[in-house]
Each structure stands twice: as structure tokens, then as C-alpha cells.
């Protein structure tokens, strides 16, 4: 696409979104920069899915160069991005944090991101990862068809649970399943790792009041907003509506009722409210609608100014100490 004054008018909207809201900005933890050889690969995968499946097309809107990326973030106004990549065979998740660290070291905005692989080697370079400074790591169970509970990664998720290094996780079955997609795998990596900070990427998409269930039993459990509650996926995995009272919280008992007559999210019943443990995530570049697509289905949810305030940025902020 032409990046330029069509992403500059889209970036108005996008600002418009978190001023309103007395915001310094978003931290989105779900952005993809890998190496371009690797992402050209995937947006052929997406430019493929269409025609393959006979199913839904896959535009990605925000194909340009990497620079023009990061800056598109930048005139959007994300304080903090990450840099989600990962390997779909052995031997290649090392090279792919070769890369992130490069990455970060020109992009200071950008949270360093690592990944890791069920491989002979993971519990070494995890420990260098963190070692070299990486803030937060990228599991994609779908891509990489493994058993997120194999042997092989315990030693690895010891060290991140050490470290309190948060793991964004695609292990929703959502837009297709895989082998070990789903709650049951993660469900015992948490068992023996009760304290690791998993984020549940997509919000565990289509497994939500699964995924939204562990999160209640673990703590440290925390989901991310990409791609869920859009037009989009909303066609093909609707978040449950019964679901949405446990997004809220936790409750502000001394907020004033709102003017409108809208309930405000205090008023909805008391759940285990995991207001504090959703984080803002996009999927940017690779979505088939605008960036601020998904900050408007967020609001639309009717949770709350307090709520988008902590999800969009300040619960993002506090896990990653900005
Ligand atoms: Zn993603």
C-alpha cells in the first residue's frame, strides 16, 4: 500500500482514540516484525488463504517496507510494540532471536521479543535471550505444531516463569485448529508452572470461556485482545456475549453513575473481573481491516472508559514497567 497521507488521516482516528481517553498512547503487546524473508512468507501464506479454502479473503492492510511500518506505529502513537516472531521447524528459533535483537537495538520502542522451540539447546538460548534483554517471548503452538507441555520446553518455561517474562501464546484453535491447540496442553504447562506469565494471544480464540477459565485459576495468566471482538473474526468466532461480564473489573465501587444511563462496567455482576490482565494486541500488519478497527470494537464492548484506559495502555505499562 502507499503509505503517506492515507495512513496520516488514518492515524487522526487512532489519536483521536486514546485523547480521548487522557491516554500518552497504546502499548500493543501483539505486533509482527521479523525478518522480511520470513514475513514475505506469511503474507503469502494469508494471500493464499482465500482461494485454498474456499473460505474467507485475507488482505493484509499495512504491506510496506519495514521502516514505513514502524513508523505507521509511531504516527498511530503506540508507545510500545513488540516484535512477535517464530520459528515453524527446528533450528531456526535461535537465528529469529539473532535478528530481534538487532531489531530492537535500531527500535527502541520496540519491546524485545524472543521465541523459543521444542529443541535440543532451548533452556541455552532462552537464558541468553533474557540475558541479551528480552522483555517478552512468542509461542505459536499452531504454527509450529507442538505440544506446548512437551518435555523439551519445561526446562525453558522454568526459566521464564523465574523471570517473570511475559509469553504471548497462540494456542487458541482459532482461525484453524492444530495438533495441540487448545486449554488442555497449556493447561499443564501452567500445572507445573503455575507463576509463568502466559498471554493468551487472540483471547483463545474460539476456545474464549476456556482460555478465559484458566486465566481465573492462574494469576499470571493474561489474554490479549488481537483480532477478537472485530467485524472480522466476529463472523466465524463470536465472542460469547455471556463472556463479557468476566472481561470487566475490577470493580471501581466510588465511580460515579454515568449521565447516558449506560451501565457503567462497576455495574456489571462482580465476577473474577480480568480488567487488569487484558492487554491491547492488533496482529499490525498482518490484519484485513484498519488498526483502528479493533480499538473501536473494543469500545463498542460497553465496558468502560476505565477499562479501555487499562487495557489499551496502562495494564500493558505496568507489566512491562514503561
Ligand atoms: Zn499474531
Sequence with gaps: MEAGTETEGEAVGVRRFWEGLGLLGLVDVHTHFMPE???KKVWAYFDALGPLTGGVEWP????AEEDER????REFGVRAFTAMLYPHKPGMAEWLNQWAVDFARRTPD???????????????????????????????VQVGAYDPADALLDPAWGLLAEAGTPVVIHCGSGPSPGKHTGPGPVGQVLARHPRL???IAHMGMPEYEDFLDLAERFGEVRLDTTMAFTDFSEEFAPFPRRALPRLAGPPRPDGPPRPDGLRRHAD??????????I?????????????????RALERLGLGE???????HDNGARLFGL
Design 60 to 63: 493484509i492492510t499495512y504491506r
Design 197 to 199: 506469565r502466559l498471554v
Design 70 to 73: 514502524v513508523g505507521m506505529l
Design 306 to 312: 476505565d477499562w479501555l484506559r487499562a487495557v489499551c
Design 37 to 39: 524473508s520470513v514475513l
Design 110 to 140: 520496540c519491546l524485545h521479543t524472543a521465541t523459543l522451540f521444542p529443541e535440543q539447546g532451548v533452556a541455552e538460548y532462552v537464558r541468553r535471550a533474557l540475558d541479551d534483554g528480552a522483555r517478552v517471548f512468542k509461542a505459536h
Design 268 to 277: 456489571l455482576p462482580r465476577l473474577a473481573g480480568l480488567g487488569d490482565r
Design 279 to 295: 492487554l491491547l494486541g492488533t496482529d499490525f500488519p498482518n490484519i484485513p481491516y484498519p488498526y483502528e478497527h479493533q480499538l
